[in-house]
């Protein structure tokens, strides 16, 4: 549940009328690791987590439909939330290993909303969050008649100033926006294929 309350600050997310305003969503899974909730902001600060982060042990996570990969075993939570200023119910996943965050999470595409747009309401919602200051597209390579995965690699800046690299990948299938992310302080591809290299559906 801690790692869902970080993550989900990650991407610019709100929580729906009656629950506090955050804007982000998937993962807060440092609260153990005495971050104060106002420290927390779009990124954890992953250097205090690295020298507690367990080892990398990847193993199949399934959600809403998705299936993939992550190190470590993540915590869940559905929560409606407003994305943009749109209130949508989110589902999500996320876990922390090795000083990195891994999330995943899903939305339904409400009626009369363009999932593109709403995925490109999300994609800024996440940029904006870390403050990016660079930032590349690109479309990844899936089996033949998946959906197209959309990758964001982004660089930015942590609560505190110091500098993050984001992996955020965003997928539409039967009606949802799936999102998948990863946060460190230098990404390389052994944190990021593995989670994007092999999707599957149901």
């Known amino acids: 549940m801690r790692a869902i309350e970080a993550a989900r600050r990650e991407n610019g997310i709100e929580y729906s009328a009656g629950v506090r305003a955050l804007r982000d969503p998937i993962l807060r899974l440092c609260a153990k690791l005495r971050l104060r909730r106002g420290s927390v902001g779009v990124l954890l600060p992953l250097l205090l987590l690295s020298a507690c982060s367990p080892a990398l042990d990847w193993r199949t996570v399934e959600l809403e439909g998705l299936r993939t990969v992550l190190p470590c075993k993540p915590d869940r939570a559905a929560r409606d939330v407003v994305l943009g200023e749109l209130p949508v119910r989110m589902s999500m996943a996320g876990c922390e290993a090795q000083g990195v965050l891994f999330a995943i999470s899903q ?82 591809a052994t944190l990021t294929e593995p989670l994007l290299g092999d999707l599957q559906w149901r």
């Open 107 to 188: 939305v339904a595409v409400p009626a009369g909303t363009h999932a593109a747009d709403l995925e490109q309401t999300w994609r800024n919602a996440a940029l904006a969050q870390m403050q990016a200051s660079h930032s590349d597209v690109l479309t990844l390579p899936q089996r033949p008649q998946s959906p197209t995965v959309r990758l964001t690699r982004a660089s930015g800046l942590r609560p505190d100033g110091s500098p993050v690299q984001a992996s955020l990948a965003w997928v539409t299938d039967k009606g949802s926006v799936y999102h998948l992310a990863v946060y460190a302080k230098t990404l390389d």
